[in-house]
């Protein structure tokens, strides 16, 4: 229970559909779920945060990130928000983001499964230190197949 109350079901939605049909040129892969180098982007579905730790579900288990003051910042685009307005999310340039360099207030606006992409600092030591984290709230999908009936 606790896997599909905390975002499991992002997770079996990506193994579902990703292995049922590889697109070699897909937006969103699997090996983007799968922990590897720290410079890459890590993604991963949302399932709590506090002042100190990020926690997602990836297809490498349940991994926790550690916040580091003045080194770690998220940002945030509420995609659903703006596909309500009549914008195209495959025109957005960045600008629509707002940016946070404490994780509880990011934190606040997220919901347990969220679609997070983490990249870590890598200094060969910690991996697990966030560099920043990035959410455009879209549940389960992909900011490239999400329609405004998605986000409700």
Wanted: proline share 2%; hydrophobic share 40%.
């Amino acid at each position: 229970m606790l896997f599909w109350g905390s975002g499991g079901a992002g997770i079996l939605r990506l193994i579902y559909s990703n292995n049922l049909h590889l697109i070699p040129n897909s937006d969103l892969v699997m090996q983007d779920f799968v922990d590897r180098d720290p410079r890459k982007i890590l993604s991963g579905y949302f399932v709590f945060a506090d002042k100190k730790w990020l926690y997602l579900w990836t297809l490498s288990g349940l991994k926790r990130f550690s916040h580091l003051d003045n080194v770690s910042f998220y940002s945030y685009v509420d995609v659903c928000g703006l596909i309500d307005s009549g914008a195209d999310p495959k025109k957005f340039d960045g600008s629509e983001s707002i940016f946070f360099t404490n994780l509880s207030e990011w934190a606040a606006m997220m919901k347990t499964g969220n679609l997070i992409g983490v990249l870590r600092v890598d200094n060969g030591r910690n991996r697990e230190v966030i560099d920043r984290a990035i959410n455009y709230n879209s549940k389960y999908l992909a900011l490239t197949n999400l329609t405004s009936q998605q986000c409700k």
